[in-house]
């Protein structure tokens, strides 16, 4: 699926090489508070889930669903309004069922933050990319006794990916109720004397 970004990206980085100037790179990240979760239980060596689903429902999870395949068992729904009370309810609600039925199955919990939440998160991320990458390139032409001139081109990688199944974006820090964004500016400069 994500072979398309992949190739476009490799293409446009190929075209920045070409083109006469100073390129470098700028990184940035950016962290924001979620507001609701998308939650994905896994249970291996597990081929009946009705218990685990019906655990994760009484945690909060109201829109739970279930999906089965050979040995493995996926519990996937959403909590709005997400606290860590919250978050923690789930995940005690997956190690209880675990001890029940020891030593199988293991269940992992995680935890999503959601698409709607990403692009305000994603935007401080591209100005601190962008800030990086001018930062970057002033460093180096201040060697050179040159001036930096217009952008001539610029390609970003990371930021807001298309979402996972069932409407995550990034896994969400528990401990703080935050995911992180990540964005990189590969940008060329123009040089001006």
């Known amino acids: 699926m994500q072979k398309p970004c992949l190739v476009k990206q490799v293409v446009a980085s190929l075209a920045i090489l070409a083109l006469p100037g100073i390129t470098v790179v700028g990184t ?15 249970a291996t060596g597990l081929t009946e ?12 999870v109201e829109d739970a669903a279930l999906d089965q395949e050979p040995a493995m068992v996926l519990v996937h729904g959403h909590l709005t309004e997400v ?12 190690r209880d069922y675990d001890k029940s039925h020891a030593p199988a199955p293991h269940a992992q919990v995680s935890f999503y933050g959601m ?12 100005r601190a990319a962008l800030e990086d990458a001018r930062r ?12 930096l001139g217009d952008v001539i081109a610029d390609v970003e990688a990371g930021g807001c990916q298309r979402p996972c199944p069932f ?6 820090d528990t401990s703080t109720m935050t995911m992180r964004v990540g964005v990189e500016e590969t940008m060329t400069f123009a040089i001006a004397k």
């Open 49 to 60: 889930g009705s218990g685990l689903l019906a655990r994760i429902r009484a945690a909060g």
């Open 28 to 42: 940035g990240s950016s962290t924001g508070e979620v507001r609701a979760v998308v939650v994905r239980v896994t």
């Open 115 to 126: 698409a709607e939440d990403c692009p305000a998160i994603e935007q401080r991320a591209r």
């Open 83 to 94: 606290t860590r009370a919250d978050v923690e309810a789930v995940s005690q609600a997956a």
């Open 167 to 172: 409407g995550g974006m990034f896994l969400v």
């Open 136 to 147: 970057r390139a002033a460093e180096i032409v201040a060697w050179d006794n040159v001036r």
